[in-house]
């Protein structure tokens, strides 16, 4: 008898038949598997972006900082 396995969306238990790397018990549960870790990548890639804009933001900041400073003296 095969290893059942189980779902990483609903939880079911399934015998692999497509391939060893298979996550999930059926198409269905692979279509929301899918939307759920784009939706995650969507998420980490606004949040990286957020991070470098207030990077940017900061050093601008900084920058201006520095340079009327440098004007005072």
Request: hydrophobic fraction near 25%; aromatic fraction near 4%; charged fraction near 40%.
């Amino acid at each position: 008898m095969a290893k059942e396995y189980k779902c990483k969306v609903c939880g079911k238990a399934f015998v692999k038949t497509f391939s060893s790397t298979q996550k999930v018990c059926s198409p269905e549960c692979a279509i929301k598997l899918v939307r759920e870790q784009s939706r995650k990548r969507q998420k980490k890639a606004e949040k990286q972006e957020q991070i470098e804009r207030k990077k940017r933001l900061l050093d601008g900041e900084r920058a201006l900082a520095k340079s009327s400073s440098k004007r005072g003296k």
